[in-house]
């Protein structure tokens, strides 16, 4: 590990290589400003994340055309398995070779990805599309996170990655829009090819961009290592996904891959201590508040991708609401991250404190939620909005903080390294976090009436709820399955607050 770093180092100009009369005739470098640093970076990014939603509202469209509705979840897992795979590879080669390059081979991925994906003529073909894309994705997420590390300094980088959050929400909410627009008008494939002139100008932005380039040193990739972490990461997604369907039969493979992912992650660990170049390095996982900062993460992601699984479907089935009214609900949930998360980030930039704010904020989120779980059937709309309002506040005071903590405690030397741990956390917590909750609701619907999952199928499948005369027991089983899913999510966020209580670095 020590000759990685020096490796790195000589690289960055702090090295034996860099003489003093190389550093005199070297310009200064202007500082970076805010029109000149995040244009190139928001633009992948937001393009990552409304790709990760925009398909879903496709998926009716791409079944009726191209068939295999039993298999139609793999369009979603296949982008999100490549994508935290190839998180770690995106992190590594650019500590070694530099972000620029990085980026614009991500951007090439990612636009090939899409061209393709429109051009699919069966859903095995549309499938294999997608994990090239989600090759693509993973890096534009993983390396605008490590940019922002390396060009901006630690106090105003909160600000920044406040910035960044918002962006990341909103284009994370306008997916679906998005997705069901383009899809309603110019079909299916459409979705895929509004990638393509965006990837054009995030290319463009990256050429001009002010980050430097690096010379590629003497270095070997830890190929045995990227194939025990994919034999570890896309059979446990794989088998989150089976679980999340609870189906008995299909209680046998998710073992056997659970099995497979267990063991292959007991090698990984092995590998990654021995090999020279590491593809993870372990090391940065002995520093407590790296590895709590990823355990935040990964809660994060376990409560809000859960929240926004849950909400839907509870709006729709137990309030009876239609889709814009479940847009009323959600919307002020998404104003509120955005909200949170600009405002932390220049809280921390003028006090220097940072694990503050999520440890509050989670406490208040664990008990918003609770209280939501508990009582939110009989609350007015103004109620319900202003508690869902204050809850993605309070949310919204996570991500941006554990970014610049990780990166913070992991040195200029491993920005892509960490900023890739983040994103795993957060990918596998919202897998485990949204398997759970559903575990959840769908358990409590079995145990409770086993004619309630049918009446729930029903009702959910319905074109209006209110249409649908259920009794009233049933429908106590029913809101008494959701109220524990939401009790669940309260849980991810406490065990989030308490982790973030325990973080020792509270200040940059």
Sequence with gaps: MERVLSVRDELQGSGPSASPSDVALQPAPEPPTLFTVLPFIMLPMAMAAIDSTMVTTALPAIVETLGGVTHVSWIVVASLVTGVVAAPVYGQLRDVVGSRRMMLIALAVFMTGSLLCALSTSLTMLVICRCLQGLGGGGLMTLSQAIIG??????????????????MVTATSIGPVIGGTLTTY???RSTF???????????????????????????????????LFTLFIAPFLVALDVLRGFDAAAAPLAIALLVV???????????????????LPLSFLRDRTIWMSNVLA????????SLFTMLPLYLHVVKGASAS??????LPIMLGIGAGSMTTGRLVS??????????????LATLLLANQALYMEGWSQTALTASFLLAGVAMGTIMGVVQITVQSAAGRTGLGSAAASVQISRSVGAAIGATISNGVLFGVLHHGDPAAMAVFSTLFEAEKTASVTTSPVIMAVISGAFRASFLTIAVFTAIGAVVAWSIPKRRL
């Excluded at 390396?150 to 962006?167: D, H, S």
Aim: charged share 10%.
């Design 350 to 363: 003028r006090t220097g404190r940072t694990a503050i704010f999520p440890s509050i904020g989670l406490t």
């Design 298 to 305: 990964a809660c994060h992601g376990a409560a809000l991708v």
């Design 150 to 167: 390396e060009t901006i300094p630690p106090l105003e980088r909160a600000k920044y990655q406040g910035y960044l959050a918002a962006v």
């Design 325 to 330: 009214q479940m847009g009323a609900f959600i």
């Design 261 to 279: 992912s267990i063991v292959a992650l007991a090698v990984l660990i092995w590998q990654e201590q021995h090999a020279f170049f590491p593809l």
């Design 193 to 227: 090819l509004f990638n393509v002139p965006l990837t054009a100008v995030a290319i463009y932005l990256t050429l001009s961009s002010p980050v430097r380039a690096t010379a590629a040193p003497n270095w070997n990739f830890d190929y045995f290592g990227l194939l």
């Design 186 to 188: 110019f079909g299916w």
